[in-house]
């Protein structure tokens, strides 16, 4: 399968099956069991972020692009926050929600602003860059270029979250739940922590913070990269 393939398949299960499975993961509805593990792993990784940012108090003089922005879990509460958030999604059906969620918890369609948009097709320049749990739908060569293009649209920061590698033979275990039934299925990838920091050095970035969101069915290693080269 090329990295188009992966592409396609990932935006028609984001506008179908995986709408409605990731919808319900990410709110606040019930769910079953394992789908309420994910959840809670899904918002350590949010929190996490949350944290990093809050921590650092200067959340309203930041611009924020959020890549691949799902149901809006992390732009809403940053929006909330004060940041400006540009925030984007492969799927209309993602976007959608997302802006009806942030009309609820904001009542207003300025901040974030939401466009339905590939993460390799963006424009422009933030302060900082985000994407969490996207790479987890492309291979490791697909995953570089991405990686790379969003270190091109950041000025001074990117944060990242992924599924290691190292929890491969688990995650393989478990991959059934992720993505039950091959008519619903994308593939996982998984990527090795090493490697998605090369990338990121070899894009003139430097880690500063990491962390690790870690359920029975979930994993997410987070890193926080700031710019040091021009
Ligand atoms: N980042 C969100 C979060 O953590 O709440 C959503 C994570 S969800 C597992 C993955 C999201 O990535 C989906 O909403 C999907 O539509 C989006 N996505 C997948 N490939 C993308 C791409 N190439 N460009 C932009 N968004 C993409």
Not at 13 to 27: A, E, L, M, P, V
Request: charged share 20%; glycine share 6%; with cysteine.
């Amino acid at each position: 399968m090329n990295a188009a393939d992966d592409k396609t398949i990932v935006r028609e299960y984001f506008n179908s099956t995986g709408f409605d499975r990731w919808q319900r993961i990410y709110g606040d509805g019930e769910v079953n069991k394992v789908q309420l593990d994910i959840r809670t792993g899904h918002q350590q990784t949010v929190d996490n972020v949350i944290g990093w940012l809050k921590a650092d108090n200067n959340l309203p003089s930041l611009s924020i692009c959020d890549a691949g922005c799902g149901v809006g879990s992390l732009s809403i509460p940053l929006a909330m926050s004060g940041a400006k958030v540009y925030a984007s999604d492969i799927s209309a059906k993602m976007v959608s929600e997302a802006q009806d969620r942030a009309v609820m918890a904001l009542s207003n369609t300025v901040n974030p602003s939401f466009t339905v948009q590939d993460l390799e097709s963006l424009s422009g320049n933030y302060h900082t860059v985000i994407c969490l749990d996207v790479l987890i739908h492309y291979p490791q060569e697909k995953a570089d270029e991405m990686i790379s293009h969003l270190c091109s649209l950041a000025q001074s920061r990117i944060i990242l979250s992924f599924a290691p590698k190292t929890f491969f033979l688990t995650i393989l275990k478990k991959i059934g739940t992720f993505f039950p039934g091959p008519s619903k299925t994308t593939r996982a990838y998984l990527h090795p922590k090493a490697d998605v920091i090369k990338i990121l050095e070899k894009n003139g970035f430097s880690i500063q913070r990491q962390a690790m969101a870690r359920t029975k069915f979930y994993f997410s290693s987070l890193l926080e990269a700031t710019r040091t080269s021009v």
